[in-house]
């Protein structure tokens, strides 16, 4: 379960806390006795960097944070200590826990909360728990004493609720999540947040002659979906929207052209774009954040099966370009090629699609950036930045040029759904741009979509990556925005 998140104005006697120092110090709030300061104190003067004090009614925990060169840096050095925590915490099995800081900069509270709520999630619905696991468990209530205001906690709430349900549906195998599924689970989180979710069915799908959606769902045994998102609160302050698209496939076993080996393991991640889309929308909706977006979310599963799409099959497309299906495993680009095209239809300022796209941008980059490609204002990129230095979700660029275009060239068709070896991940984003009449901000995830271990907070299998980035950074624009007026 995830905890709550209070802010109180007081911490009573008997309350375990868990507080963030800037320096050697420890505040008089804490109400520690003579004996209990000067062991403290030693501890924190031999550089221990965490110290816990066991009284009879209450656990107070001190955890001493170095100076850091970028404030970025230091909010990441705080959730991680959090994570760092998490089975200390555990074991002394509280209700409830307070947060609090003493001279070190304003957010850290809520960085700490964010660390150590983000680091005890679990997916364990399917499991029987064995009595010893469940003798101790996290506090239910985080109680925040500082500076943090209604805005923050707020926003905080909501976000880490959006990255547990997120994580819920990436994590969700899919013999129990196929894309009509997904469809009715993100109408149930628009229906709890307020943004409107229309579902189109394969009926509508073929009406609107989307190719790529369907080819890629020839194989299923499950029809496929088109759902489309929409937030548009009354004041909001853009004229044309900003629309999100996410890579919806619901498993990828990679098509006729099957993957082999191990190269399967954690397909039923092949979704993380569409639950990130939606996990934003959750998070902008329920905090009212004054922009028109449109979510884009085309799902069905890629499977073999008698009437799959083939490698060598001429598929027409939404707008009517015609592809030649190079490997029926580079699914991802069709399905998402139909959304950038439906887009056009809004005019928007931008659009920015997200997916598990190619092992390419994971191979380049590890697990440690989201690869990025754009033809898009650079005073969106610059803000993607630094929100993604703020959140730890980083954004790394790759060239765009136009001659990485020229690999995907077909001799049959208008254009090719594979390159070569080279520039993968590239070559899959120029494929996406020759459908987009409007600015691309692209977002490959293949690399931090899904995990092997986890990392700190990012916990593995799905860790929700681009949630809190592509969160954070509508709120800044959101507020850009008000700047101008
Ligand atoms: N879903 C995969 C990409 C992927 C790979 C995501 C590993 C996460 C981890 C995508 O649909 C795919 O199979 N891409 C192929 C494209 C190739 C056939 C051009 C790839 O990257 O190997
Ligand atoms: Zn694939
Ligand atoms: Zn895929």
């Known amino acids: ?289 004054p922009l028109h977006i449109i979510g884009l979310v085309p799902a069905t599963d890629n499977r073999p099966g008698g009437n799959a799409y083939a490698q060598g099959d001429i598929i027409k497309m939404h707008n009517k370009m015609t592809v030649e299906v190079g490997n029926t495993d580079a699914e991802g680009r069709l399905i998402l090629a139909d959304a950038i095209s439906y887009a056009s239809r809004y005019e928007p300022k931008l659009i920015i699609d997200i997916a598990t796209l190619t092992g390419s941008a994971a191979l380049t980059f590890g697990n440690q950036a989201i690869a990025m490609m754009t033809n898009a204002d650079r005073k969106y990129i610059k803000l993607l930045e630094e929100c993604g230095y703020l959140v730890h979700e980083r954004i790394a660029e790759l060239p765009f040029w136009d001659e990485y275009g020229e690999l995907i060239k077909s001799d049959i068709a208008d254009v090719k759904n594979v390159g070569g070896r080279e520039a993968g991940a590239i070559t899959a984003g120029k494929f996406l741009e020759k459908f987009a009449k409007f600015p691309l901000i692209h977002l490959d995830i293949a690399g931090t979509g899904m995990l092997a271990k986890d990392d700190f907070y990012r916990l593995k299998d799905g860790p929700g990556s681009g949630l809190r980035l592509l969160a954070t950074f509508l709120k800044r624009l959101a507020a850009d925005y008000k700047k101008m007026k």
Not at 140 to 153: N, R, W, Y
């Open 1 to 289: 379960m995830k905890p709550k998140i209070i802010k109180v104005s007081k911490i009573s006697p008997d309350q375990s806390v868990i507080c963030i120092l800037g320096k050697d110090e420890i505040p008089d709030t804490l109400r520690l006795s003579k004996t209990e300061k000067a062991y403290a104190l030693k501890q924190l003067k031999s550089k221990e960097e965490i110290v816990f004090i066991n009284s009879y009614f209450k656990v107070t925990y001190l955890v001493r944070v170095k100076e850091n060169a970028t404030v970025s840096k230091a909010k990441e050095d705080v959730r991680r200590a959090a994570s760092g925590m998490k089975k200390l915490i555990k074991a002394n099995n509280l209700t409830d826990l307070v947060i609090t800081s003493s001279q070190t900069y304003k957010g850290a509270i809520e960085d700490f909360a964010e660390g150590l709520i983000l680091s005890i999630y679990s997916f364990d619905k399917y499991r029987t728990k064995d009595e010893d696991e469940k003798k101790t468990d996290y506090p239910s209530c985080l109680l925040l004493f500082g500076d943090a205001g209604e805005a923050e906690i707020r926003w905080l709430a909501d976000l880490t609720e959006a990255v547990y349900f997120v994580r819920d549906l990436i994590n969700e195998p899919v013999n129990h999540l196929n894309a009509v599924t997904l469809a009715s689970e993100i109408q149930k989180i628009g229906k709890s947040a307020g943004f409107k979710v229309d579902v189109l069915n394969k009926g509508k799908i073929e009406a609107l002659k989307m190719g790529g959606l369907l080819a890629v769902n020839k194989g299923s045994i499950d029809p496929p979906v088109f759902c489309i998102l929409e937030w548009k609160p009354e004041k909001h302050l853009n004229k044309q929207p900003i629309i999100l698209v996410g890579k919806g496939i619901v498993y990828d076993t990679g098509g006729l052209n099957i993957k082999t080996g191990d190269y399967m393991n954690n397909m039923k991640g092949d979704m993380a774009g569409a639950a990130t889309v939606t996990g934003v929308f959750y998070t902008i909706a329920k905090n009212n954040i």
